[in-house]
């Protein structure tokens, strides 16, 4: 079994850092061929057992990537600490599969277990890697459980190519209302909406002198995740705003842009719009989330120009920290962005017009108006009074919205009625 599990896991990784690799050993037509082979063998009639309610102890078998410092490990994360606060017992099995990066976040160590022993499972684990998944756990790990899955998308229409995954599961969570939209769509299971608790713990010590920066400047943060994609995320929108906001010559504002897991194309298409510019600085290296979140804490003000979002939580915990936002008002994001708490961009739905990893040419995403966004920074950098009004809005909406006690609700609520077989 464990030979095995060696094979699917590397075998699933194809397209990671793996391949170049890989393809060294074996042919590519012969690795996607018994990917293909793996992926149909999860995707059979006999991949679960049905759900039957007493077959094991009450509780959930939390499932995913536990431990990485990403924006799904983070998800993950915010989804342990709801069922936790909602009192349900539950345990956490980590995973890897699919995702050979960062995976040094220790903060739930003490709840994973190497196998089931609870009644429902919840994988929070995107669609394309279920398949992968299902073939790495412990045998009859979906038989006789409720399987739910808490997948993210960010684009209007959900792929074909990862239906199969619906087979796995008995329901889809989603944390937005755009993600439940474009799931729902194709959905042979219930879609439910269950946003995410947010959190943000800071620390005062990570301040500016810290992390290198300029006392006296106010700046501005953009941040992204390489395996995100440079061209959803939009760092270069959000410099190519800021140049349009203010020259050069300008001392007394600078941007920081925070990348994670840096690609060299990615550098250099950064580093291309820099020219003329000491005043945007770049941070690379790979931070704890409370030393992401005290960059966030110590700027003056937060940028995201993407052009689709599946949650947006960094979004969520800059306005949760009180740092005034600017972002594209389209996608995962209008859930908790409105015109008295941040300063949503104007855009135009464009096709792609190219695939970009996983987001194909004929599907559609936002561009966003960098004359628009220019002004918003123009605007929080000179007007205090509505930067302060930005800031007190912000937190008290995604207090009151957006809490871990609201989620932990939502959660027993739903766990409630799939018990009652409701």
């Known amino acids: 079994m464990r030979i095995k599990k060696v094979i699917i896991n590397t075998v699933c990784m194809i397209g990671d850092k793996l391949k170049p690799v890989l393809i060294k050993i074996l042919p590519l037509p012969l690795l996607k061929k018994i990917k293909g082979g793996l992926i149909n063998s999860a995707y059979s009639k006999n991949a679960k057992v049905p759900f039957q309610r007493g077959a094991y102890p009450f509780g959930i078998n939390l499932i995913g990537y536990i431990k990485a410092q990403m924006g799904l490990g983070q998800g993950c994360r915010l989804i342990a600490r709801a069922i936790k606060e909602s009192g349900i017992p539950f345990l956490i099995m980590d995973t890897r599969v699919g995702n050979p990066f960062n995976h040094n976040d220790n903060s739930w160590d003490g709840y994973i277990k190497p196998s089931p022993a609870y009644n429902i499972n919840i994988f929070h684990i995107n669609a394309e890697q279920m398949p992968h998944l299902q073939l790495s756990l412990p045998s009859g790990t979906l038989d006789k459980r409720y399987n739910i899955g808490i997948w993210l998308w960010e684009l209007p229409d959900f792929p074909d190519e990862w239906c199969g995954a619906f087979s796995l599961v008995d329901e889809i969570w989603a944390p937005s209302e755009f993600n439940c ?72 504002v600078g941007l920081i842009i925070k990348i994670n897991n840096p690609k060299e194309e990615d550098l250099k298409l950064i580093n291309d719009e820099l020219k003329g510019y000491r005043n945007i600085f770049i941070i690379k290296n790979t931070l704890s989330k409370t030393e992401v979140n005290s960059l966030i804490k110590c700027s003056d003000a937060f940028v995201s120009l993407h052009r689709a979002e599946g949650f947006g939580l960094v979004i969520a915990e800059a306005m949760l920290l009180g740092t005034p936002v600017i972002a594209t008002n389209w996608s995962a994001n209008v859930d908790f962005m409105n015109s008295e708490n941040s300063c949503p961009v104007s855009y135009e739905l464009k096709q792609l017009g190219e695939d970009y990893f996983f987001y194909k040419a004929y599907q559609h995403w936002a561009e966003p108006d960098l004359d628009n966004a220019a002004e918003y920074m123009k605007k929080l950098f000179s007007d205090k009074s509505y930067r302060e009004t930005l800031s007190k809005n912000a937190k008290e909406f995604i207090q009151k919205n957006f809490s871990v006690q609201k989620s932990a609700e939502k959660i027993k609520s739903r766990i409630d009625e799939i018990i009652q077989g409701n």
């Open 181 to 252: 939209e474009s799931i729902r769509k194709k959905s042979p299971v219930p879609v439910t909406l269950i946003p995410y608790g947010i959190e943000a713990e800071y620390d005062e010590k990570f301040n500016r002198d810290y992390f290198s920066l300029p006392k006296d400047m106010f700046l501005f943060l953009s941040m992204y995740d390489s395996n995100s994609t440079i061209q959803r995320k939009n760092p270069i929108g959000a410099i190519k705003a800021f140049k349009k906001a203010f020259p050069p010559s300008e001392k007394n």
